[in-house]
């Protein structure tokens, strides 16, 4: 177990994102950390994640306790459920997918370039999302490491730390300002 969290603590520190104003787009980081809640709390219990309304929820919900009203990005969950499967241990399944699945044996979990997937007509939405893929598949040894309480922490840890801290937003000071500003909050004082 130690190793699979390694790996993955790993993978989570080098995500494939986009860099805006030279700052790391969170978009990812927030699906994982919106999924890692839902793992703990239950209501994710396999490791075929569905765009449920659930999983956007949670995900509004972490953008908003991090970033708040983010200065650069806005809170869209459909491009990192999208953009995630470019990462070793997501899979994107597509809806007409499932039935091939259903009649095929069951292969062993793999991620190669053929699985990726097309952006699907109407783009980023979460209903084209919905219509186009059943659910994204995360591989079974990550699903494994997030039943662990002190590996769901050390991810978040990672996340956070790698993807959402020093992001700047309109809601939330800007840490080097507040720095600045402290010799005169002394005074005031």
Request: hydrophobic residues 50%; proline residues 5%; glycine residues 2%.
């Amino acid at each position: 177990m130690a190793l699979q969290v390694i790996e993955y603590v790993e993978a989570f520190s080098h995500l494939h994102t986009a860099k805006v104003k030279g700052r790391k787009a969170p978009h990812k980081a927030v699906l994982l950390l919106a999924i890692i809640d839902l793992v703990e709390s239950n209501v994710i219990r396999y490791p075929q994640i569905e765009l449920t309304d659930e999983l956007v929820k949670q995900f509004r919900e972490v953008w908003r306790r991090y970033l708040g009203q983010s200065a650069i990005f806005t809170p869209d969950i459909t491009k990192p459920f999208f953009h995630m499967q470019h990462e070793p241990f997501w899979r994107l399944v597509g809806a007409h997918d499932v039935e091939a699945m259903m009649a095929a044996e069951q292969r062993p979990w793999r991620k190669d370039k053929a699985d990726r997937k097309e952006l699907p007509k109407g783009s980023y939405s979460v209903a084209a999302m919905r219509a186009a893929f059943a659910y994204a598949e995360m591989d079974n040894g990550l699903f494994a490491v997030l039943q662990n309480e002190d590996a769901r922490a050390m991810l978040r840890v990672v996340l956070i730390n790698e993807y959402l801290t020093n992001q700047p937003t309109k809601t939330m000071p800007n840490l080097a300002q507040l720095m600045m500003a402290l010799p005169m909050i002394a005074l005031v004082a």
